[in-house]
């Protein structure tokens, strides 16, 4: 959990924002950073990616992240459409999923925004989605994490530490009492309160950003009010088991009244919600299902209800008919889904899935070469299609393509990896450790990318091409090895 490592983070962050020690005859009296300062003297954006990078490569590393690259790819199309309208060209945002069934959403430092996969399945159309993730982007547009660490101007160094971890806790949703007093300690209660008090304001903030740019975006205003409103009855019927997302995010019949008010008051606009959020919705719940036996079950049961069903309810059907190993009944719903609407990305892929599933790779490769004509570069159809490719060892071919979508798309972790595999199945060894280099880095694992670019420029027969860039980029990374790392920069330097 989150929870494992904040407190040693927060350890981090008293050096982060500890004062450097003073130079000989300089002056030293309040020295310290003014707490008080503006948000940016208190977190650097620098400091800010490297927060928020840290938290998610922890939680890469406790298997929390959902990694699925059609649902990455939505969530992604979904965050990036509210950013467009968020008039905040200095942060580079990014969008994932976290696995797990919890209803809650988060924003950390540097643009990095998690939503919770039982947050998702819990919405019921996708502007009540687009309503929590533009409130997310609003925290991070007002800076809302900086401005409550400096909004603790009258406490020490320590406290102020203190309070930004406590914070980073309550945003993921994964703080108890004992790990903030743990963090914060006893003296440190005071600006814990603090802290709370200037959250309400922080919420109400993000509420009204958010609405506007949730409206800008073309997604209805009342997506947002409406998902509170189903927070606070949801809210009452699980008596003690409180959802994080009211733990975090607390909703009353004031806030809620007060952001219908303000969504009234929007000048009406066109509203768009994309078909995916249905079909996404229904993947998640599949992958997300404890046991593929009941999620068939989930699905027969409403089709028995109701034949005439959606094609949402269907598609949902076919990935739990894949997952039941029952892969031949769902090749042929997909066909049908697929032939009935060729326009659907997800249709494509679930067939080609599908046939991989059911041992028909040749049969895959050619789906996903059709749907890839009509849909070129995009980037889930590509993954899966080298995914098939390298099921029928057509490895040379799937590290062509994925070296495409590499080299004009930023790649997930996972999508790093299957393109070492696909280089280490074409027998370019060097290129697969190259590969392995920059899944490391993705990771945050130096040491390890070195070593792999050690064992690149070992491989016999390189090219004086491939030998320079491999150098090339074991020089970038040298200076952020230990000091007694026997590749770092300075014993680099001297051994040459």
């Not at 490569?57 to 990455?72: A, K, N, S, V």
């Not at 300690?185 to 509420?207: G, H, L, P, W």
């Not at 590969?435 to 390189?462: D, F, H, I």
Request: glycine content about 6%; charged content about 20%.
């Amino acid at each position: 959990m989150i929870r494992k490592f904040l407190i040693p983070l927060a350890v981090a962050f008293l050096v982060m924002f500890s004062p450097p020690e003073p130079a000989a005859g300089a002056t030293t009296a309040d020295d310290l950073p003014d707490f008080g300062n503006p948000a940016d003297s208190i977190i650097s954006k620098s400091q800010a990616e490297r927060i928020g990078r840290t938290v998610l490569l922890r939680l890469r590393m406790d298997g929390q992240i959902l990694e699925d690259p059609d649902l990455d790819e939505y969530i992604d199309s979904v965050g990036h459409r509210l950013v467009a309208n968020a008039q905040d060209g200095e942060e580079d945002f990014r969008f994932f999923l976290v696995n797990d069934s919890n209803i809650n959403a988060f924003a950390l430092p540097g643009g990095y925004i998690g939503v919770n996969t039982g947050l998702i399945l819990q919405t019921q159309r996708e502007s009540e989605l687009a309503g929590v993730v533009a409130h997310e982007i609003a925290h991070v547009t007002q800076k809302h994490i900086a401005r409550r660490a400096a909004a603790q101007s009258k406490s020490s160094m320590l406290a102020g530490a203190a309070v930004l971890a406590a914070i980073l806790m309550g945003v993921s949703g994964q703080a108890s009492g004992d790990v903030i007093q743990a963090t914060a300690m006893s003296a440190q209660a005071f600006a814990v309160q603090q802290s709370i008090n200037y959250t309400r304001v922080n919420e109400y903030e993000a509420d009204r950003v958010g609405l506007q740019i949730l409206s800008s975006s073309g997604f209805d205003p009342y997506g947002m009010p409406d998902f509170f409103e189903t927070m606070g009855r949801l809210s009452g019927s699980w008596g003690n088991r409180v959802p994080e997302f009211l733990l975090t995010h607390p909703v009353s019949s004031t806030r809620i009244a007060e952001t219908r008010a303000r969504a009234d008051q929007l000048p009406p606009s066109e509203v768009y919600e994309s078909p995916e959020y249905a079909l996404m919705r229904e993947r998640l719940r599949v992958l997300t299902a404890e046991s593929a036996r009941d999620v068939v079950a989930y699905y027969e049961n409403l089709l028995e209800q109701s034949p005439e069903s959606y094609p949402h309810i269907q598609y949902g059907y076919g990935l739990a008919l894949v997952r039941a190993e029952r892969s031949e009944e769902a090749i042929r719903l997909f066909y049908e889904l697929r032939d009935n609407d060729e326009s659907v990305i997800a249709y494509h892929s679930a067939l080609g899935q599908a046939m991989m599933a059911a041992g028909q790779p040749n049969e895959s490769v050619i789906v996903f070469e059709d749907a890839l004509a009509l849909f070129p570069r995009n980037v889930p159809l590509t993954v899966h299609y080298a995914e098939a490719l390298m099921w029928a060892k057509q490895y040379d071919r799937a590290h062509e393509i994925l070296l495409d979508l590499f080299n004009n798309v930023p790649p997930t972790a996972a999508q790093v990896r299957l393109i070492a595999n696909a280089a280490g199945g074409a027998g370019e060894q060097a290129e697969a450790h190259y590969y392995m280099c920059e899944y490391y880095l993705l990771n945050g694992n130096v040491m390890m990318a070195v070593e792999q670019l050690n064992l690149a420029l070992s491989q016999p027969g390189l090219q004086d091409v491939q030998r320079a860039r491999f150098e090339a980029r074991k020089q970038q990374l040298q200076p952020f090895l230990p000091e007694k790392h026997p590749d770092h920069a300075a014993g680099y330097a001297s051994s040459r």
